[in-house]
């Protein structure tokens, strides 16, 4: 199974970026799928997440209406639209797909991306 993250990149702050996640999984409608980040030094935080079906989404507070998750079950992908971005958002983000319902915790993640860097410059 490999979850290959991607669309990281050095941007401005204010600008917009898109992350897509190419997932390997057979049955990918089955899994929860998720984008978290690390900046260095501190740990990795959960930022969105969505269902199977793509029917339901969960945020955490901090990117409510300037993140967006989205997935395409026909292309095993998943993705995280990212606007007004801040200094504060420069970390790695990670893909992650867990065989379950909504969860916040990293530990029940089953399979994690290898993670895209972005960097937002003032």
């Known amino acids: 199974v490999q979850l290959q993250a991607s669309g990281g990149g050095l941007v401005q702050a204010g600008d917009s970026l898109r992350l897509s996640c190419a997932a390997s999984?057979?049955?990918?409608?089955?899994?929860?799928m998720a984008w978290f980040r690390q900046a260095p030094g501190q740990e990795r935080e959960f930022l969105a997440a969505v269902t199977g079906s793509g029917l339901s989404k969960s945020y955490k507070d901090f990117v409510k209406g300037r993140f967006t998750i989205s997935r395409d079950n026909a292309k095993n992908a998943v993705y995280l639209e990212m606007k007004r971005l801040k200094l504060e958002d420069t970390a790695s983000y990670y893909c992650?797909?867990?065989?379950?319902?909504?969860?916040?915790?990293?530990?029940?993640?089953?399979?994690w991306g290898q993670g895209t860097l972005v960097t937002v410059s003032s």
């Open positions: 999984l057979r049955t990918f409608d089955r899994y929860t």
């Open positions: 992650a797909a867990h065989q379950g319902g909504f969860t916040e915790r990293p530990s029940r993640y089953e399979y």
